[in-house]
């Protein structure tokens, strides 16, 4: 009888944060006076709901209502959100251009149409809070801060780029700015950014080196796709038993290339995956920088103050195909035209002139602006000079002798021989 009391309380404790946009939910219900969790365990904090204004994940939700009014954003940071994610989009228009005029190689995934996340989540963050990206990563680099010719530069596989030309479109990485990476393998970036989440509490308890504000934080971005591996369960299990200061953002955009979501998965509802943990767990409109703003606000100071991970599904959507490779024919028309329709950019630029925060002439200066700053990229990334061949195996073998380097103390590389029959480096 003890253990059935025991277990009640503990499914309504650990009952969903997040609401459904559906009418159909209903908060959890107190917990009797007669149960009680574990001693000395606390309840943690639940967030605040957030929702999405149109779902495809959430059932009930083909029609739903106009969002609810958003938190008040000052006209600074306003201009902040809009600026950074038009320098997201032109960007990444900027990249398909030089895709196909061959100035880049190999993958290249871009984010169009998820500037929303990224924003919302990575404009909030401290120095020397961390950043774990996928392969879609350029405009996670440019959010936290990378400047742009860096980005451009690495993706034109030149000696400037912030890996010196070696980490290409996938890997993206600055050590200054605490970006970890780009990682191109599905869920290779999660353990990453777990680690770095158990480095920041470390440094905090045990050498207590962090800021007075608290403790650093991680934001781990991946996809739906992901959340179907291994490493994402054994993550937030980890996370959540250690309480460590880390945020799990899913960045749901329907599609793991070309495998809808809703066939891949037995619970298409990420979010309650993290209750099961122990942790919050949120789903909200990931076309709305706002709002994901509100939710990334309150799920990163939870985490600086100690209070643990929280799990985060931003349903939002790319509007362009996987890669630049795909031809993007097997998703619907007319699902691409309605999210179209919610373009996260323009709702952003309509909320901030209805709600005088700029007007117009303001916005397409900013546009202008970052015009500029992209075609002074591609200008920069153009005329840098290609990594030395001697480059090649830096990095690569503590002790490179026997291997790398030849009896001559020179690394084979040099030899012109080294690349005969192969792309020129």
């Known amino acids: ?251 749901n955009n329907l599609w793991a290339i070309g495998m809808s979501h809703l066939r891949a998965t037995s619970d298409p509802e990420i979010y309650k995956k993290g209750p099961a943990f122990g942790m919050p767990g949120v789903h909200v409109d990931g076309m709305d920088v706002l709002k994901v703003r509100e939710v990334a606000k309150e799920a990163i100071e939870r985490a600086r103050r100690g209070e643990g991970p929280t799990l985060v599904e931003c349903e939002t959507y790319r509007f362009r195909g996987h890669s630049l490779a795909d031809p993007d024919e097997l998703r619907r028309p007319d699902e691409k035209s309605h999210y179209a329709a919610r373009d996260p950019i323009t709702a952003l630029k309509k909320y901030i002139i209805e709600q005088n925060l700029a007007t117009e002439s303001e916005l397409k200066s900013i546009e202008k602006k970052i015009d500029d700053v992209v075609e002074e990229a591609v200008e920069f990334a153009d005329a840098s000079p290609l990594p030395p061949r001697s480059q090649l195996l830096e990095n690569v073998f503590s002790d490179p002798k026997g291997f790398g380097i030849g009896p001559d103390g020179k690394y084979r590389c040099e030899d012109p021989l080294f690349t005969q029959g192969t792309a020129q480096v």
């Open 1 to 251: 009888m003890a253990a059935a009391s025991s277990f009640t309380a503990a499914a309504k404790f650990l009952a969903p944060v997040a609401a459904r946009s559906a009418g159909d939910y209903k908060p959890p219900l107190p917990l009797p006076a007669s149960a009680s969790l574990r001693p000395g365990r606390k309840p943690a904090p639940r967030l605040r709901t957030a929702l999405a204004v149109s779902s495809d994940v959430l059932p009930g939700n083909k029609a739903a209502p106009a969002a609810a009014a958003h938190s008040a954003v000052t006209r600074e940071e306003a201009l902040e959100l809009y600026e950074d994610m038009v320098l997201g989009r032109i960007f990444e228009d900027m990249c398909a251009q030089m895709y196909y005029r061959g100035k880049m190689f190999g993958f290249v995934h871009l984010y169009n149409g998820q500037e929303a996340v990224s924003t919302g989540f990575i404009k909030l963050l401290n120095q020397a809070d961390c950043v774990v990206s996928t392969y879609r990563d350029h405009v996670h680099a440019l959010s936290k801060g990378v400047p742009a010719r860096s980005v451009m530069a690495e993706l034109f596989g030149k000696a400037t780029g912030c890996c010196r030309g070696q980490g290409g479109s996938m890997h993206m990485f600055s050590e200054p700015h605490n970006l970890l990476g780009g990682f191109a393998f599905i869920g290779e970036g999660i353990p990453v950014a777990t680690g770095a989440a158990f480095a920041a509490k470390y440094r905090h308890e045990v050498l207590k080196q962090s800021s007075p504000d608290g403790l650093d934080v991680t934001l781990a971005f991946f996809g739906d796709g992901t959340c179907n591996n291994g490493q994402f369960f054994e993550c937030l299990n980890m996370a959540q038993l250690w309480k460590l200061p880390i945020v799990f953002v899913v960045e």
